[in-house]
């Protein structure tokens, strides 16, 4: 009796085993894709909710694809909040501990900043598809390998292209500037001026007011007095609507451009739909841009019928798309071989454009100023520009 009780012991254990070790097997048959930005709680978190629902659609085409390499493909989704501290949290815990391939994300520039040491010392390869900070891709590219690429509308870039704008609408060359205190609008008001030499003009007035201000008659009413008949902005959507609620105060409608931050609803909410029409901003697609992106939006509003911020669903989806191609291309999902992978790979069809060779060794931006475009809302929608001033533009317009 005690032999048999060994025997049946011994199989039971012997079946345990085999089932524990079929386990990893089987979690190695998975291609897991980290995401980790804010959903919830900044004034950017509807870009991070629009861009989980583009990464998780992509996620859903590769797999109804047969997945990739045969491996199914899992999205593991972290809510950072905004917050520096859960966002360096998160990119440990998705690397660690769900073991990720690559991750997209995040939404708010200072929290890349404040976890970029930790992919590129674990070579995990991460592409933004949001975060718009110059230095989040440069930040590594003299090292032999740099795990950091984007998929997003660089701050110099955009401004660029509302430059250009401006110069070709301004008739009297009487370009303002007027934004935030805080490290974002002076950053974009030191962008702006350097552009705007390339340009050969000198800006007839700068402005500042406080992130959390709603009266900027003020300052207006130096750049009215300067003869200003087109201003940039540098601030978010939030600050933003209170320009446009101000110059409403004064009946002075100059040209207003903004950068892809007036893409958020807080725009609409605080100036209200009409009002909100009076800024141009720039966008690297949207949701009547092309087929494609026709196509992606009408499936995802079926979906999530209050999607905000089409624009960072496009990118969300891309990045997870040129993620699987490199997969492909490397024949795994081994860090440095994904990473060397991304900078050689050859054409990848996305929502916003197909990339041809959208990285290099000296280029993680897949995205540039020739991409971009213009855009406005309009009836609660925003849809691009393509009034005769961009019709106009032409390469050489866009200096940087």
């Known amino acids: 009796m005690d032999n048999r009780i060994t025997r049946r012991t011994l199989s039971a254990l012997l079946v345990s085993a085999g089932m524990a070790l079929s386990l990893p097997a089987y979690a190695q048959n998975e291609i897991k894709i980290g995401y980790n930005a804010d959903q919830s709680a900044s004034g950017a978190a509807e870009l991070g909710l629009s861009g989980l629902y583009g990464f998780q659609a992509a996620i859903d085409d590769l797999n109804a ?8 493909v899992v999205g593991v989704v972290r809510d950072d909040a905004g917050a520096p501290p859960k966002s360096i949290q998160n990119m440990n815990e ?40 110059t ?9 032999p390998q740099n795990y950091i690429f984007r998929v997003s509308m660089v701050d110099r ?5 509302l430059a250009a704008y401006a110069v070709k609408a301004s008739k009297s060359k009487n370009i303002a500037i007027i934004a935030d205190t805080t490290g974002y ?5 030191k962008d702006l001026q350097e552009i705007l030499t390339l340009h050969g003009i000198k800006p007839v007035g700068i402005e500042k007011f406080g992130p959390k201000d709603t009266d900027m008659t003020s300052q207006l009413a130096k750049l009215k007095a300067a003869g200003a008949d087109m201003i940039i902005t540098g601030s978010l959507a939030d600050a933003t609507a209170q320009v446009l609620k101000s110059m409403e105060k004064m009946d002075y409608y100059p040209g207003l451009l903004s950068t892809w931050g007036s893409i958020n609803t807080p725009l609409v909410n605080i100036a209200g739909p009409k009002l909100a029409e009076k800024t141009v901003f720039a966008a690297s697609t949207t949701e009547d841009a092309s087929d494609r992106a026709a196509a992606l939006h009408k499936r995802l509003v079926a979906k999530h019928p209050n999607m905000p911020a089409f624009v960072s669903a496009a990118q969300g989806y ?7 191609a490199a997969v492909k291309q490397a024949g795994g999902t081994d860090g440095p071989k994904l990473q060397a992978a991304l900078e050689n790979l050859g054409a990848v069809q996305g929502i916003i454009k197909k990339y041809e060779k959208p990285f290099s060794k000296e280029q993680h931006e ?27 533009l032409t390469a050489a317009d866009l200096k940087r």
């Open 318 to 324: 891309d990045a997870v798309m040129l993620i699987a």
């Open 366 to 392: 897949a995205l540039g100023v020739a991409d971009f475009h213009l855009a406005q809302w309009k009836d609660g929608r925003v849809v691009k520009l393509d009034d005769a001033v961009v019709k106009g």
């Open 135 to 143: 230095d989040i891709t440069a930040r590594y590219a003299k090292e």
């Open 185 to 189: 609008g002076q950053a974009a008001t």
């Open 65 to 72: 694809q047969g997945g990739v390499l045969g491996r199914k």
């Open 94 to 133: 998705l690397i660690d501990n769900e073991k990720v391939a690559a991750v997209v994300g995040p939404t708010n520039s200072g929290n890349a900043l404040a976890w970029l040491h930790i992919p590129q010392q674990k070579k995990v390869p991460v592409i933004s598809h949001v975060a718009t900070a």
């Open 157 to 161: 870039e955009q401004l660029a292209l």
